[in-house]
């Protein structure tokens, strides 16, 4: 799951992650092992310093003749700072400092049990420990009580040296960010560049790439590739033009002949298939011009009069239009451009619907909301991606009809929307119908100001 959010992240991200964490990692773990090592050093030498004055004390002891001697030497270990008793029991677990038997072993052995001392008083917080017998004749055993020094408990140390540590990593981490974030700016200007300019289809702007080498090369690999998709799509758009222009005058004859025809129902039938070509001739061709909308200023529109106007319009044809909104909602936007997809949505409403409501609200991020509600079938899921491509029809049975159109409604509205920075979406409406969801920004050039009823 983190490895997965982890490739979702920005490049910005991923690049500062993969620089920081080993070196942290190494960092944290070279520090841990570091303190580590140095605290058991420390108690281990003074552990062996410790082994030594018990060996020295033990000779001392079993050297020692009479009693006196006996006090002396007691004395002295004790100035060493290990209190000594002498005790003729049997201790079972007594180290054997008997004379010949204090070989290597042994000595590891005293130095093992010294630092476990060390460890308890650590563990338990306790200056005290329990006696530690050393056998030094075969009747006698010597029982000592070391007072262990204050040793900084392994996780104090560890504690202590990561912070040292990080003080160290900081500029590193510092240095990191810095030369991620100069690594990775070239590549977002360059996207963000990109979104600009695939916004405005008629923008000649070219793609400025700076930063590194690649980022150079992609950035004119991208103006080779747009300068050659223009030229095919102004090729198309010119041939497509002349076809519908040559085309009128055929179809001019072709009504003049028409409306000579005597048998009516012929006639009539003649000319609502010239006037349905017609209507598609011109349809095509406001779709290849819908560049023009680009090139419109924006300007500060109240969107609630907009709405209501359209409705009016539409009113005089016999197309029933209600509108629900806040009285008064103004924003920057172009409004030819907004009102030809707000009629292609209508439009396309009304060929399929009885009941078409305008719907304008503004969500809690400030994106300005348009539904356009009609009572139809609707559309399927698969219909709802596809009837937003160019010529696409969701009823094949109407293709033909007086109002079918021939599919360029719903693009139109799409491009419009994205020229606006917006989108277009198609949702379910209940219990039935459609809801045709236009979202525009909170601004185009200026902030959207919205006044209260």
Same mark, same amino acid.
């Given at each position: 799951?983190?490895?997965? =959010?982890?490739?979702?992240?920005?490049?910005?991200?991923? #690049?500062? !992650? &993969?620089? %920081? $964490? @080993?070196?942290? +990692? *190494?960092?944290?773990?070279?520090?841990?092992?570091?303190?580590?090592?140095?605290?058991?050093?420390?108690?281990?030498?003074?552990?062996?310093?410790?082994?030594?004055?018990?060996?020295?004390?033990?000779?001392?002891?079993?050297?020692?003749?009479?009693?006196?001697?006996?006090?002396?030497?007691?004395?002295?270990?004790?100035?060493?700072?290990?209190?000594?008793?002498?005790?003729?029991?049997?201790?079972?677990?007594?180290?054997?400092?008997?004379?010949?038997?204090?070989?290597?072993?042994?000595?590891?052995?005293?130095?093992?049990?010294?630092?476990?001392?060390?460890?308890?008083?650590?563990?338990?917080?306790?200056?005290?420990?329990?006696?530690?017998?050393?056998?030094?004749?075969?009747?006698?055993?010597?029982?000592?009580?070391?007072?262990?020094?204050?040793?900084?408990? =392994?996780?104090?140390?560890?504690?202590?040296?990561?912070? #040292?540590? !990080? &003080?160290? %990593? $900081? @500029?590193?981490? +510092? *240095?990191?960010?810095?030369?991620?974030?100069?690594?990775?700016?070239?590549?977002?200007?360059?996207?963000?560049?990109?979104?600009?300019?695939?916004?405005?289809?008629?923008?000649?702007?070219?793609?400025?790439?700076?930063?590194?080498?690649?980022?150079?090369?992609?950035?004119?690999?991208?103006?080779?590739?747009?300068?050659?998709?223009?030229?095919?799509?102004?090729?198309?758009?010119?041939?497509?033009?002349?076809?519908?222009?040559?085309?009128?005058?055929?179809?001019?004859?072709?009504?003049?002949?028409?409306?000579?025809?005597?048998?009516?129902?012929?006639?009539?039938?003649?000319?609502?298939?010239?006037?349905?070509?017609?209507?598609?001739?011109?349809?095509?061709?406001?779709?290849?011009?819908?560049?023009?909308?680009?090139?419109?200023?924006?300007?500060?529109?109240?969107?609630?009069?907009?709405?209501?106007?359209?409705?009016?319009?539409?009113?005089?044809?016999?197309?029933?239009?209600?509108?629900?909104?806040?009285?008064?909602?103004?924003?920057?936007?172009?409004?030819?451009?907004?009102?030809?997809?707000?009629?292609?949505?209508?439009?396309?409403?009304?060929?399929?619907?009885?009941?078409?409501?305008?719907?304008?609200?503004?969500?809690?991020?400030?994106?300005?909301?348009?539904?356009?509600?009609?009572?139809?079938?609707?559309?399927?899921?698969?219909?709802?991606?596809?009837?937003?491509?160019?010529?696409?029809?969701?009823?094949?049975?109407?293709?033909?009809?007086?109002?079918?159109?021939?599919?360029?409604?719903?693009?139109?509205?799409?491009?419009?929307?994205?020229?606006?920075?917006?989108?277009?979406?198609?949702?379910?409406?209940?219990?039935?119908?459609?809801?045709?969801?236009?979202?525009?920004?909170?601004?185009?050039?200026?902030?959207?100001?919205?006044?209260?009823?």
């Amino acid at each position: 799951m983190i490895l997965r =959010r982890l490739g979702l992240a920005s490049m910005r991200q991923q #690049i500062f !992650l &993969l620089a %920081v $964490l @080993p070196i942290f +990692l *190494l960092a944290a773990f070279a520090a841990i092992r570091a303190s580590l090592r140095e605290t058991d050093h420390v108690r281990v030498e003074w552990a062996s310093y410790v082994a030594a004055d018990i060996a020295v004390a033990a000779e001392r002891v079993r050297a020692a003749t009479s009693p006196g001697d006996l006090d002396v030497a007691l004395r002295l270990t004790a100035e060493k700072g290990i209190v000594a008793e002498v005790t003729g029991q049997q201790v079972p677990d007594a180290i054997d400092l008997r004379v010949g038997r204090f070989d290597e072993p042994t000595y590891r052995d005293l130095i093992g049990r010294l630092i476990a001392l060390t460890d308890r008083v650590e563990k338990d917080g306790m200056a005290e420990t329990s006696n530690l017998a050393v056998r030094i004749d075969e009747d006698r055993a010597l029982l000592l009580r070391p007072q262990p020094l204050a040793f900084p408990s =392994r996780r104090d140390e560890v504690l202590w040296s990561l912070g #040292i540590t !990080l &003080l160290v %990593v $900081l @500029p590193v981490l +510092l *240095l990191s960010y810095y030369l991620s974030h100069r690594l990775t700016r070239p590549l977002i200007d360059f996207a963000a560049a990109a979104r600009r300019i695939s916004l405005d289809e008629a923008s000649q702007e070219p793609f400025s790439a700076e930063g590194a080498l690649e980022i150079r090369s992609l950035g004119n690999s991208l103006n080779v590739m747009r300068a050659r998709i223009n030229r095919m799509i102004d090729q198309r758009t010119s041939l497509l033009r002349s076809v519908g222009h040559d085309l009128r005058t055929p179809l001019t004859r072709l009504r003049m002949r028409a409306e000579r025809c005597t048998d009516i129902e012929l006639q009539h039938s003649m000319l609502q298939d010239i006037t349905t070509l017609a209507a598609m001739i011109d349809e095509s061709m406001r779709y290849l011009n819908n560049k023009e909308s680009g090139l419109e200023a924006p300007r500060r529109v109240d969107l609630s009069s907009l709405l209501h106007t359209i409705a009016a319009d539409y009113a005089d044809t016999n197309i029933s239009v209600s509108v629900d909104g806040p009285r008064r909602l103004v924003c920057q936007c172009m409004p030819r451009a907004l009102t030809r997809a707000l009629c292609n949505l209508i439009d396309n409403a009304s060929r399929y619907g009885t009941t078409i409501e305008l719907v304008l609200t503004e969500d809690e991020t400030g994106d300005i909301i348009i539904d356009v509600r009609d009572d139809g079938p609707g559309l399927s899921d698969d219909m709802k991606k596809r009837a937003l491509e160019p010529f696409f029809k969701g009823d094949p049975a109407r293709a033909l009809g007086p109002r079918s159109g021939i599919g360029l409604g719903l693009p139109i509205a799409n491009g419009i929307a994205r020229t606006h920075g917006g989108t277009l979406h198609l949702l379910d409406r209940q219990p039935h119908g459609l809801i045709a969801r236009l979202v525009l920004p909170p601004n185009l050039e200026a902030p959207v100001v919205r006044t209260s009823e």
